[in-house]
């Protein structure tokens, strides 16, 4: 399947979640923006950025890569993503259906792919598994904007 397909799978899987939770969910027209979605929690805007990870068959790892991409139809260009351009990173597992919520300044920090690791036999947890399907961090975030405001 096509990289742009899998992003659309992925897209489309965090917009059927957040309405699922009661979030309003805006969708930007074209892909010139650093986030693919913004989500309306409790009046608060969320920009959320949305990747699809994939499965290692050396590492036996799901991996996402934290650079966006960009192409023309002759150069392909990797960079690395700013903490101003989204508050949010969802990493889906299309096999597992789930996602790992990342904030902005942890996803940012990894330098260019992140490994999730899925499988039970390790004697200690990753350092990704706090991020394993945690859509109350994206409520909480929006609670305090909302005190603040």
């Known amino acids: 399947m096509m990289t742009k397909r899998k992003g659309d799978i992925a897209e489309y899987a965090a917009t059927l979640e957040a309405l699922r939770r009661g979030w309003d969910v805006l ?6 923006l650093p986030y693919d979605l913004v989500f309306s929690i409790r009046e ?6 949305v990747k699809h990870a994939w499965l290692s068959k050396r590492t036996k790892n799901y991996v996402v890569d934290s650079r966006r991409t960009k192409t023309n139809r002759r150069i392909m260009k990797r960079e690395r993503y700013a903490k101003k351009d989204f508050d949010f990173a969802l990493v889906y597992i299309a096999e ?8 902005v300044d942890v996803f940012i920090r990894y330098g260019s792919e992140i490994h999730m690791t899925e499988s039970q036999k390790r004697q200690r947890k990753p350092a990704s598994e706090q991020f394993r399907n945690k859509w109350d961090s994206l409520l909480q975030w929006a609670t305090q904007k909302e005190i603040f405001a």
């Open 27 to 32: 969708i930007p027209v074209g892909d010139r």
């Open 44 to 49: 608060t805007f969320i920009r959320v950025q």
């Open 96 to 103: 597992k259906n789930l996602f790992y919520v990342f904030p």
